[in-house]
C-alpha cells in the first residue's frame, strides 16, 4: 500500500481510541461521506495495516492483579535438542497464557515477557513449574509493575 494520506491516518487515530466507531461518526470527524470511509477502511484492512479489532480487558477486572516483566536469558547451543533453543521458546510461549507479550531484545537477555498473573503465588507456579523448566531457559530476571504510568496500544499515526 502507498503511503497513508492525512484521511488514513485520521481515520486510524479515531478507530484507535474507539474500535466500535460507526462508519457515519467517522465520516463526520474526517468530512468524508460513511461509504468513502467503508472504502478506506477495507483498503487499511486488506492492506495489513489494521491487524484486527478486539476487546480491551482491565487485568483487574477480571482477577489478575499482578503485572510481571521477566527477562529470560536462552542456553545458546545444546546438543540435546535437534531444534534451536530459541525456535524451541518461541514455540513454548505462544500457549503459555500468562505471557500477554513477548519481544526478542538485543544485549544481555534475549527475550522480554509481560505476564499477568492473579498474584504472587500464581507468578511463582509459572515461574517455577513452566518457565524455568523450559529446557532452552537458562536464566531469568523480573520485575514488578509498581503502577501504571502510561498503557495505550494506539500508535502515533
Not at 500468562?98 to 537477555?109: H, Y
Not at 504472587?120 to 531457559?137: E, G, I, N
Request: hydrophobic share 45%; with cysteine; net charge neutral.
Amino acid at each position: 500500500m502507498e503511503a497513508l494520506d492525512k484521511l488514513d491516518s485520521a481515520i486510524l487515530r479515531i478507530l484507535q481510541s474507539d474500535g466500535r466507531a460507526t462508519y457515519d461518526v467517522i465520516a463526520e470527524n474526517v468530512s468524508l461521506s460513511p461509504s468513502a470511509v467503508l472504502r478506506r477502511v477495507k483498503r487499511l484492512e486488506e492492506a495489513g495495516i489494521i491487524d484486527r479489532y478486539v476487546a480491551l480487558v482491565k487485568p483487574t477486572s477480571v482477577g489478575l492483579g499482578l503485572v510481571a516483566y521477566i527477562n529470560v536469558r536462552l542456553e545458546k547451543h545444546t546438543e540435546s535438542h535437534k531444534r534451536n533453543p530459541m525456535d524451541l521458546f518461541r514455540t513454548a510461549v505462544q500457549v503459555w497464557p500468562e505471557v500477554v507479550e513477548c519481544a526478542a531484545l538485543t544485549g544481555e537477555m534475549d527475550y522480554l515477557l509481560k505476564v499477568v498473573v492473579r498474584d504472587m503465588a500464581a507468578y511463582s507456579r509459572f515461574v517455577m513449574d513452566t518457565l524455568l523448566k523450559h529446557p532452552s531457559v537458562q536464566d531469568c530476571k523480573t520485575s514488578f509493575m509498581l503502577d501504571s504510568v502510561k498503557s495505550t496500544t494506539a500508535l502515533p499515526v
